[in-house]
């Protein structure tokens, strides 16, 4: 089972910018393709972005497209988002994820991801 830790969250004002990091340890991190998905508070977890395993291919939600960047580097066994023009409603707990089959993040068969990280704060003030 692979482990996952984010990090990097914490409060920026409307506009600024954030990157959040995935350290994922235990598996074979390069066999797994990778996401990062957000939940904000009294509302459903919604996807972020994906990005296959060899960072060839990345998915994006329509609300962060041209503003989050998602990407990896599998030499450090680590994910990241960039997140750029931060808006007050991007405020949310973000999550990343891992699974074999990409297609688990895109078509939204979230029940059946393989591994879950902890979760990093994002507050973003107005």
């Known amino acids: 089972q692979i482990q996952l830790l984010e990090s990097g969250g914490g409060l920026v004002q409307a506009g600024g910018s954030l990157r959040l990091s995935c350290a994922a340890s235990g598996r074979t991190f390069s066999s797994y393709a990778m996401a990062w998905f957000r939940q904000a508070p009294g509302k459903e977890r919604d996807f972020v972005a994906a990005?296959?395993?060899?960072?060839?291919?990345?998915y994006y939600a329509d609300f962060v497209k041209g503003r989050f960047t998602i990407s990896r580097d599998n030499a450090k066994n680590t994910l990241y988002l960039q997140m750029n023009d931060l808006k007050p409603e991007d405020t949310a707990h973000y999550y990343c994820a891992a699974d074999h089959d990409v297609r688990v993040f895109t078509e939204r068969r979230d029940t059946i991801v393989e591994a879950w990280g902890q979760g990093t704060l994002v507050t973003v003030s107005s």
């Open positions: 990005v296959g395993w060899s960072a060839t291919n990345t």
